[in-house]
C-alpha cells in the first residue's frame, strides 16, 4: 500500500521560506522511473504542479517560480523536501506531494492528504 | 507554462453521457501521449481517473474513457451516477523542461 504524507508549517508570514516535508512509504525513490511531486491547489481554484523529482535526482520546476522552489529527497528517510522563498499571501494554497510511478509515465497515481498553508502577516 | 484549457462546467443526467475537453498546444498534448485526467470531490484528495491518454488505473469504471485529437484531449463519462459530480482537471507532459501542467478544471454537474 502506496501512502504519502505533508507536514509542515500551517501558517507563514511574508517573506518567509517555506519548507514542506513529504514522507511516503510502500515504494522507494530508488527506482527507476519513480518520482515524487508537489503540487498546490488554492481555496477554490485549480491544481498547479510545481516541482517534480526522480529517481535519477533529477529535478524540474514550475518555470515562473524556478528562482523560488527547491526540491530534495532523502532516499534514506522516504523523504521529499520542497522549500519555497520569499512567501507571499498569493501562495496561500493546499500544497500535495504525489508518486510519479515506474513505467515511464507522466501521471500521479498517488496522493497525500494535502496541507493547507495559509500566507498571513 | 500556460494552464490547459478547460470547460468551467459540464453537466448531465443519470444515465447519460457527458464529455469534458482539455485543449492544449502542439507543445503539450499535441506532442505527447501523457494526457491524465483526475477527479476531485470536494474537500477530498484529487483520484487518478485516466492516464496515457485512455488507460484507466485499477479500481475506475470503465463508464470513465479517454481519447485525444490534436491538441484536444477529452474525458468521457458514460452512463452518469450520482457519485461522479466533481471536478475533474486534464493535465499532460509538457516536455523535459516543463514537465507537467494542469487544466483549469471542470465543475460535472449531475441534474
Known amino acids: 500500500q502506496i501512502t504519502l504524507k505533508e507536514s509542515g508549517p500551517t501558517l507563514a508570514k511574508p517573506t518567509q521560506t517555506l519548507t514542506l516535508t513529504c514522507t511516503f512509504s510502500?515504494?522507494?525513490?530508488?527506482?527507476?522511473?519513480?518520482?515524487v511531486a508537489w503540487i498546490r491547489q488554492p481555496p477554490g481554484k485549480a491544481l498547479e504542479w510545481l516541482a517534480v523529482i526522480n529517481w535519477k535526482d533529477d529535478k524540474r520546476y514550475k518555470s515562473s517560480l524556478k528562482t523560488r522552489l527547491t526540491i530534495t529527497k532523502d532516499t534514506s528517510k522516504n523523504q521529499v523536501v520542497l522549500t519555497m522563498t520569499n512567501m507571499d499571501p498569493v501562495d496561500t494554497a493546499t500544497y500535495y506531494c504525489a508518486h510519479r510511478p515506474a513505467g515511464g509515465g507522466y501521471y500521479f497515481q498517488d496522493w497525500g492528504q494535502g496541507t493547507l498553508v495559509t500566507v498571513s502577516s | 507554462q500556460s494552464a490547459l484549457t478547460q470547460p468551467p462546467s459540464a453537466s448531465g443526467s443519470p444515465g447519460q453521457s457527458v464529455t469534458i475537453s482539455c485543449t492544449g498546444t502542439t507543445s503539450d498534448i499535441g506532442a505527447y501521449d501523457y494526457v491524465s485526467w483526475y477527479q476531485q470531490h470536494p474537500g477530498k484528495v484529487p483520484k487518478l481517473m485516466i492516464y496515457?491518454?485512455?488507460k484507466r488505473p485499477s479500481g475506475v469504471p470503465d463508464r470513465f474513457s479517454g481519447s485525444k485529437s490534436g491538441n484536444t484531449a477529452s474525458l468521457t463519462v458514460s452512463g452518469l451516477q450520482a457519485e461522479d459530480e466533481a471536478d475533474y482537471y486534464c493535465s499532460s507532459y509538457a516536455g523535459t523542461n516543463i514537465w507537467g501542467v494542469f487544466g483549469g478544471g471542470t465543475k460535472l454537474t449531475v441534474l
Open positions: 496515457e491518454v485512455s
Open positions: 510502500g515504494f522507494s525513490l530508488t527506482t527507476s522511473g519513480v518520482g
